[in-house]
Nanobody, 125 residues
Framework: VQLQASGGGLVQAGGSLRLSCAASGRTFSSSSTMGWFRQAPGKEREFVAVIRWSGDSTYYADSVKGRFTISKDNAKNTVYLQMNSLKPEDTAVYYC??????????????????WGQGTLVTVSS
């Protein structure tokens, strides 16, 4: 599986960005899940959001709930992360990730098999 993330950039606090992650290389099963993680300088990579390839099940980190929305376009094999009301603490490199199964470990970075290259989001105050 190849994942190509894009859409990062510099935005002022309160602004919005939409990240995209295009996936290729395999047929996705109904149990596949795609997640977004982020890593700020000097910090561990942390879970942001996840969506199941089949259906509309989504989960979010508490820190982004109500501000970020994860969605997908199955026809384009693409997952999006709409980020609104951005804060300086959202500044990080954002990574998309894929795993072929679903389940309760979706928030663990170790549960994912494939990763995109990351896209930098910088939120100025």
């Amino acid at each position: 599986v190849q994942l190509q993330a894009s859409g990062g950039g510099l935005v002022q606090a309160g602004g919005s960005l939409r990240l995209s992650c295009a996936a290729s290389g395999r047929t996705f099963s109904s149990s596949s899940t795609m997640g977004w993680f982020r890593q700020a300088p000097g910090k561990e990579r942390e879970f942001v959001a996840v969506i199941r390839w089949s259906g509309d099940s989504t989960y979010y980190a508490d820190s982004v709930k109500g501000r970020f929305t994860i969605s997908k376009d199955n026809a384009k094999n693409t997952v999006y992360l709409q980020m609104n009301s951005l804060k300086p603490e959202d500044t990080a490199v954002y990574y998309c990730a894929f795993r072929s199964v679903s389940g309760s470990s979706y928030a663990s970075r170790y549960a994912y098999d494939y990763w995109g290259q990351g896209t930098l989001v910088t939120v100025s105050s």
